[in-house]
């Protein structure tokens, strides 16, 4: 064959088996490109049995959550090894339990892409099993029976006052004298007036901590955006003071609630109200909330729903005389925290537990972890 012939007959050929191969990664997804990992960081943090993580980037895939007895759990699994996995992509926390006896577990989330792990987050130890959790004062639960303590001041319940403002209490019912204002909630509204007017820099101040860009762009990606949903667009001042508060937050219980938790209350904020918070007194509300406080607006539809749920958890009516009643039904319906130094996780481990034997699953979603707070912390019962 002449030389010159066969030279362009392989030219030929070339060209022909590339043009395959590109039709093949286009058609199967197999290209470079879709195996891309967006994911370059997972940030993974423990709470008793709960875990919670933030990432970077967005997995398109969703997350792994593999944990095990041993060191450096891995997907593919080993032996003995276990996983949970969750296809939604701005799914951020799991609720794991022991399955290879009681004890120190190893825990690590991945970013789960095309069939394998790529990134992976920190490695943390867990404690699973029964009598396992280290043990703590029982919680004051959120109900409204509020007290006047000797120093002057109103407080939501007795518990509170005693526990955890260490105050002595004068008498049952708030504080006759008009002139002493409840401290937590003036210091609330300030803390709003701060994030509405986007000062920031004065409760970095407080709260001892520097500006962190990175930080808040992360907040943004992993919470913000998803907020905004198919919600109406809000003003940037509104979006900043949101992203600073899931960022930062604005006090030292809503610093040790986390990044999550915080968001997590916004999550709650909109499920009540069916928007965004954008003023003071809205802001006002989202940190009450964060605070196990009682918000100042008031939605019909919400508290319907929370009743609804109640009879369903109970099996009967809402007291509207018993605080307790009152105090689950406004937990669900606003999703009250109870506050970082009165959290027990004894008690939300059990709370979990009989949310299970309701629903037969465990809290998945912000509602469902509302309802877990009301079991837990309401005082409620059938």
Request: glycine share 6%.
């Amino acid at each position: 064959m002449n030389k010159k012939i066969f030279l362009v007959m392989l030219a030929f050929f070339i060209v022909f088996v590339v043009f395959n191969l590109k039709s093949a990664n286009a058609i199967y997804g197999t290209d470079q490109e879709s195996e891309t990992s967006k994911v370059s960081s997972i940030a993974l943090k423990a709470d008793g049995t709960r875990i919670v993580w933030s990432t970077d980037g967005y997995s398109k895939d969703g997350f792994k959550v593999v944990w095990s007895k041993n060191e450096s759990p891995t997907y593919p699994l080993r032996a003995k090894d276990k996983y949970h996995y969750f296809t939604d992509a701005n799914k951020n926390s799991d609720t794991l339990e022991a399955f290879d006896g009681d004890g120190i577990y190893y825990v690590r989330v991945c970013e789960y892409l095309n069939g394998k792990c790529y990134t992976y987050s920190n490695q943390i130890k867990v404690t699973l099993g029964k009598n396992t959790e280290e043990t703590k004062p029982v919680a004051c639960t959120l109900e409204y029976a509020p007290v006047c303590a000797k120093n002057g001041k109103t407080y939501s319940n007795k518990c509170a006052a005693e526990k955890q403002y260490k105050q002595e209490v004068a008498y049952e019912g708030e504080c006759k004298s008009t002139s002493v204002k409840d401290d937590m909630i003036e210091g609330i509204k300030e803390k709003a007036d701060l994030l509405v007017n986007n000062d920031l820099q004065e409760i970095l101040n407080e709260l001892k901590e520097l500006r962190n860009i990175i930080k808040e762009q992360q907040a943004e990606l992993t919470y913000l955006k998803t907020l905004m949903g198919e919600m109406k667009i809000i003003s940037e001042e509104a979006r900043n003071s949101i992203n600073s508060f899931v960022s930062y937050g604005v006090d030292d219980n809503t610093k040790k609630l986390g990044e999550g938790e915080r968001a997590a209350v916004i999550y709650s904020f909109k499920e009540a109200f069916g928007k965004l918070p954008e003023n003071e007194q809205e802001l006002t509300d989202v940190i009450k909330i964060a605070s196990g406080r009682w918000p100042e607006n008031y939605n019909q539809e919400a508290e319907l729903r929370a009743r609804e749920m109640f009879m369903q958890i109970y099996k009967r009516e809402v007291n509207e005389d018993n605080e307790k009643d009152m105090s689950a039904v406004k937990i669900m319906a606003y999703g009250l925290r109870q506050r970082a130094e009165n959290r027990n996780l004894n008690s939300e481990k059990k709370g979990i537990e009989i949310f299970k034997n309701i629903f037969g699953e465990v809290p998945g979603t912000t509602e469902d972890w509302n309802i877990m707070q009301a079991i837990t912390y309401s005082g409620a019962t059938r």
